[in-house]
């Protein structure tokens, strides 16, 4: 079944060629701007008017490394395009992130820490226009938090960024989660009150969350805050041509790839690149084998497809004759074909027409991959494998098939795609649906409690004293004097010998979850000295999918790092079912040395909570000498959702490029 998405198009100014929401972002006078535009409508690209027109400078937070290179890659051309020479472009675009901490190393320059800190106050001043830093969001809270300064070192801090940039953007905002929602807080409620902020907050996405609520219990001003939507039509600067959605319901993604073997070696011989993307991470793993036999049958040389995926980003370059080539510095605009999973979802533009694809596990995954394709005023071809337990696992799939075969061989506007995938997500948390921004989401409210956590451990920092200090106590959301009664609630079990220990562990331990942005699970490194390959890859899907864990030589790497390492292929080591293995954390209490083992899940506060109330031991002799303590220590993780654990848990994968 199958329908046709018509050519759409934003308007066009004809002097600035620029949309009405491009000039809203550059010129609109609001402290907070929330912009929702659909991919390809330029949202990026205003910003890079922001360094021509008016000379200005730039803090891009991207949430991936791929997505910053691509952005630096992009950005750079434009300037190229428009007459700057390559040496300015150097001196004008920098990156933040774990690739450019090594390029930097490989240098020789080892204190990157200091050159960031310098390079908040200016990038190059010899050459004139404007500039940009392009970074992950865990660069710069690791900045705004470093744990000290070094001798000489400035104590820049979170109002040096708020006075030496014009813009601060946090691109493909639906990202954040609710713990890491406190950074891009702090940003925003000080340059809408803090009176000597020069810089303006950004929040950008076609598939935006609600974020409004939360901004307003932060108690940012709502009249600091405006909602930007750039208007679709037919006619202006094309984003989209004519793009064909074609439903295939399929046993697996080879076999649609199979059926569509005609029209995808058709592109390839007009040079035109061609996307597959994947829900499981464990399916792509698994099918490798056979796609690298499969292109070979079409005439592709496995080298010249790109696989992009967490376990594959994380290796080093590699470009073997008959494999697929790997690694996340490569670029995708050179490859013919590239199979990836839900990594090419946040904001990466490719050069295709044509996108076969898994349709993801939301709405919003669906919305951005099928916006990968077709990009300007070219036709396109989307086509969606599905099965029945994709439609029992996923309703608003079922929805979606339904309307598709509604309107069979009809065509029909972005629009209403749009407020079909949007309506079932509204309705979950009571939006109305006819007068609001088609939202894709809504940030929990313990976003605001993770938020006056960040707050209470920002206004601490050793950067933040005198004036700093009191402008952070003054413009502090009522979540961060709260946190801050809290914290030190159960701070008063230090004073007794016997609890001492425990509860000043616990609640360092519990204030340092600031710095955690992001969950993702602790990362081991698997090695095949054999076949020169090496992975970082979550401990709990090794578990769940290989057997490598069993069957592998544990190790110390020359870093100082453990490693397995195991022999014969890495698809020998894959299991043909997957395994249910818990993702089990270790866990603290405010008044124990003795740890729990807790399943993460979605009970696991519930869990914690239930084990501090325990009436034997410890526990039960805490809460008869400090009761209002142990009260403070389980609100604490009520309300901010935040459960301290004993493992390293929180590292992030190789798609993150955090340091």
């Given at each position: 079944?199958?329908?046709t998405i018509?050519?759409?198009?934003?308007?066009?100014?004809?002097?600035?060629?620029?949309?009405?929401?491009?000039?809203?972002?550059?010129?609109?006078?609001?402290?907070?701007?929330?912009?929702?535009?659909p991919?390809?409508?330029?949202?990026?690209?205003?910003?890079?008017?922001?360094?021509?027109?008016?000379?200005?400078?730039?803090?891009?937070v991207?949430?991936?490394?791929?997505?910053?290179?691509?952005?630096?890659?992009?950005l750079?051309?434009?300037?190229?395009?428009?007459?700057?020479e390559?040496k300015k472009?150097?001196?004008?675009?920098v990156?933040?992130?774990?690739?450019?901490?090594?390029?930097?190393?490989?240098?020789?320059i080892?204190?990157?820490?200091?050159?960031?800190?310098?390079?908040?106050?200016?990038?190059?001043?010899t050459?004139?226009?404007?500039?940009?830093?392009?970074?992950v969001?865990?660069?710069?809270?690791?900045?705004?938090?470093r744990?000290?300064?070094?001798?000489?070192?400035s104590?820049?801090g979170?109002?040096?960024?708020?006075?030496?940039?014009?813009?601060?953007?946090?691109?493909?905002?639906h990202?954040?989660?609710?713990?890491?929602?406190?950074?891009?807080?702090?940003?925003a409620?000080?340059?809408?009150?803090?009176?000597?902020?020069?810089?303006?907050?950004?929040?950008?996405?076609?598939?935006?969350?609600n974020?409004?609520?939360v901004?307003?219990?932060?108690?940012?001003p709502?009249?600091?805050i405006?909602?930007?939507?750039?208007?679709?039509?037919?006619?202006?600067?094309?984003?989209?041509?004519?793009?064909?959605?074609?439903?295939?319901?399929?046993?697996?993604l080879?076999?649609?790839?199979?059926?569509?073997?005609a029209?995808?070696?058709?592109?390839?011989?007009?040079?035109?690149?061609?996307?597959?993307?994947?829900?499981?991470?464990?399916d792509?793993q698994?099918?490798?084998?056979?796609?690298?036999?499969?292109?070979?049958?079409i005439?592709?040389?496995p080298?010249?497809c790109?696989?992009?995926?967490?376990?594959?980003?994380s290796?080093?370059?590699?470009?073997a004759?008959?494999?697929f080539?790997?690694?996340?510095?490569?670029?995708p605009e050179r490859?013919k074909?590239?199979?990836?999973?839900s990594?090419?979802?946040i904001?990466?533009?490719?050069n295709?027409?044509?996108l076969?694809?898994?349709?993801g596990?939301?709405?919003?995954?669906?919305?951005?991959?099928?916006?990968?394709?077709?990009r300007g005023d070219?036709?396109?071809?989307?086509?969606?494998?599905?099965?029945k337990?994709?439609?029992e696992?996923?309703?608003?799939?079922r929805?979606l098939?339904?309307?598709?075969?509604a309107?069979?061989?009809?065509?029909t506007?972005?629009?209403?795609?749009?407020?079909?995938?949007?309506?079932?997500?509204?309705?979950?948390?009571?939006?109305?649906?006819?007068?609001?921004?088609?939202?894709?989401?809504?940030?929990?409210?313990?976003?605001a409690?993770?938020?006056?956590?960040?707050w209470?451990?920002?206004?601490?920092?050793?950067?933040?004293?005198?004036?700093?200090?009191?402008?952070?106590?003054?413009?502090?959301?009522?979540?961060?004097?709260?946190?801050?009664v809290?914290?030190?609630?159960v701070?008063?079990?230090?004073?007794s010998?016997r609890?001492?220990r425990?509860?000043?562990?616990?609640?360092?331990?519990?204030?340092?979850?600031?710095r955690?942005?992001?969950?993702i699970?602790?990362?081991?490194?698997?090695?095949n000295?054999?076949?020169?390959?090496?992975?970082?890859?979550?401990?709990?899907w090794?578990?769940?999918?290989?057997?490598i864990?069993?069957?592998?030589?544990?190790?110390?790497?020359?870093d100082?790092?453990?490693e397995?390492?195991?022999?014969?292929?890495?698809?020998?080591?894959?299991?043909?079912?997957?395994?249910?293995?818990?993702n089990?954390?270790?866990?603290?209490?405010?008044?124990t040395?003795n740890?729990?083992?807790?399943?993460?899940?979605?009970?696991?506060?519930k869990?914690w909570?239930?084990?501090?109330?325990?009436?034997k031991?410890?526990?039960?002799?805490a809460?008869e000498?400090?009761p209002?303590?142990?009260?403070?220590?389980?609100?604490?993780?009520?309300?901010t959702?935040?459960?301290?654990?004993?493992?390293?848990?929180?590292?992030?994968?190789?798609?993150s490029?955090?340091?």
């Amino acid at each position: 079944m199958s329908l046709t998405i018509a050519r759409h198009c934003v308007p066009s100014d004809l002097q600035t060629g620029l949309s009405p929401l491009q000039t809203a972002l550059l010129n609109h006078p609001a402290r907070v701007r929330i912009a929702d535009a659909p991919t390809g409508a330029g949202k990026s690209y205003a910003f890079q008017r922001a360094l021509l027109d008016n000379g200005e400078r730039v803090l891009f937070v991207v949430p991936t490394r791929r997505l910053a290179q691509n952005l630096a890659r992009c950005l750079s051309e434009g300037l190229e395009a428009a007459g700057w020479e390559e040496k300015k472009r150097r001196a004008k675009i920098v990156l933040w992130n774990s690739d450019a901490t090594k390029s930097l190393q490989d240098e020789g320059i080892k204190e990157i820490g200091a050159r960031r800190i310098r390079q908040i106050y200016e990038l190059d001043t010899t050459r004139r226009g404007g500039e940009m830093i392009i970074t992950v969001p865990e660069v710069v809270s690791n900045l705004l938090l470093r744990y000290q300064s070094k001798p000489g070192q400035s104590d820049a801090g979170i109002f040096d960024f708020l006075t030496c940039f014009d813009h601060l953007v946090f691109d493909e905002f639906h990202t954040i989660t609710a713990r890491g929602f406190g950074l891009a807080v702090v940003f925003a409620k000080l340059a809408a009150e803090y009176s000597g902020a020069r810089t303006k907050v950004s929040f950008l996405s076609a598939t935006p969350l609600n974020i409004q609520p939360v901004l307003a219990a932060l108690q940012v001003p709502s009249e600091q805050i405006v909602v930007l939507q750039e208007e679709v039509g037919s006619a202006g600067r094309a984003i989209h041509g004519d793009v064909t959605l074609q439903l295939e319901e399929s046993e697996s993604l080879l076999a649609v790839l199979k059926k569509y073997q005609a029209v995808i070696q058709e592109e390839i011989d007009q040079q035109r690149q061609v996307v597959v993307i994947y829900n499981e991470l464990r399916d792509l793993q698994l099918q490798v084998p056979q796609l690298e036999q499969w292109v070979k049958r079409i005439g592709v040389l496995p080298q010249e497809c790109l696989l992009i995926n967490s376990i594959d980003d994380s290796r080093p370059e590699v470009k073997a004759p008959g494999e697929f080539t790997v690694g996340r510095r490569q670029p995708p605009e050179r490859f013919k074909l590239l199979i990836a999973t839900s990594s090419v979802e946040i904001g990466v533009t490719f050069n295709a027409r044509v996108l076969l694809m898994e349709p993801g596990f939301e709405p919003l995954n669906f919305l951005q991959r099928y916006g990968r394709a077709a990009r300007g005023d070219f036709p396109g071809l989307v086509v969606v494998r599905w099965d029945k337990g994709l439609v029992e696992k996923q309703p608003w799939l079922r929805q979606l098939i339904a309307w598709v075969a509604a309107q069979e061989g009809q065509t029909t506007q972005i629009q209403a795609l749009t407020t079909m995938l949007s309506q079932q997500v509204m309705s979950a948390f009571n939006s109305p649906v006819a007068d609001q921004p088609k939202y894709f989401g809504e940030l929990p409210s313990r976003a605001a409690a993770t938020a006056g956590l960040y707050w209470y451990v920002l206004s601490k920092h050793h950067t933040n004293k005198g004036y700093r200090e009191a402008h952070l106590r003054e413009y502090a959301p009522k979540q961060t004097k709260k946190m801050a009664v809290l914290l030190g609630m159960v701070r008063k079990m230090m004073a007794s010998p016997r609890f001492a220990r425990s509860a000043k562990q616990w609640c360092d331990r519990f204030e340092a979850e600031a710095r955690v942005l992001r969950d993702i699970g602790r990362g081991i490194r698997v090695v095949n000295e054999a076949w020169g390959e090496v992975r970082e890859v979550r401990e709990v899907w090794l578990r769940r999918n290989t057997d490598i864990l069993e069957t592998g030589v544990w190790r110390m790497g020359e870093d100082g790092e453990e490693e397995v390492h195991y022999q014969g292929s890495w698809q020998s080591h894959l299991l043909d079912e997957r395994r249910y293995v818990p993702n089990q954390m270790s866990v603290l209490f405010p008044h124990t040395q003795n740890t729990a083992s807790l399943i993460l899940n979605a009970e696991w506060v519930k869990e914690w909570c239930h084990q501090l109330r325990e009436t034997k031991g410890p526990a039960s002799m805490a809460w008869e000498l400090f009761p209002e303590s142990m009260a403070a220590a389980e609100e604490l993780v009520r309300w901010t959702g935040l459960v301290v654990c004993d493992d390293n848990n929180t590292e992030l994968d190789a798609s993150s490029g955090v340091l």
